[in-house]
């Protein structure tokens, strides 16, 4: 059973940067994408960033240019940074791992933005 586990999340202030990581319990160079989700309160979850076991890389529109998805096989985990924390980044940010058929997802990292 592949375990995700997040963290880096917190309180930050507007403007202000993170570094959010998602390490697994395998080896990540086994799974087909990893990505980014989150989901605000009253909000579906959506996604913010996806890399591909190609290197592939996909962000949503709203977080271009302040987000960077990485990874490092070597410590089997992925990473997101984000830069210039907007009120609207505040979220529940999963990790995700996609295998063929399966899917798994960590139990998520609050962010909250402040004034």
């Known amino acids: 059973q592949v375990q995700l586990v997040e963290s880096g999340g917190g309180l930050v202030q507007a403007g202000g940067s993170l570094r959010l990581s998602c390490a697994a319990s395998g080896s990540i160079r086994s799974f087909d994408a990893m990505g980014w989700y989150r989901q605000a309160p009253g909000k579906q979850r959506e996604l913010v960033a996806r890399?591909?076991?190609?290197?592939?890389?996909t962000y949503a529109d709203s977080v271009k240019g302040r987000f960077t998805i990485s990874r490092d096989n070597a410590k089997n985990t992925v990473y997101l940074q984000i830069y210039s924390l907007k009120f609207d980044d505040t979220a529940v940010y999963y990790c995700?791992?996609?295998?063929?058929?399966?899917?798994?997802w960590g139990q998520g990292t609050q962010v909250t933005v402040s004034s």
């Open positions: 995700r791992a996609q295998l063929l058929l399966s899917d798994y």
């Open positions: 890399i591909s076991s190609g290197g592939s890389i």
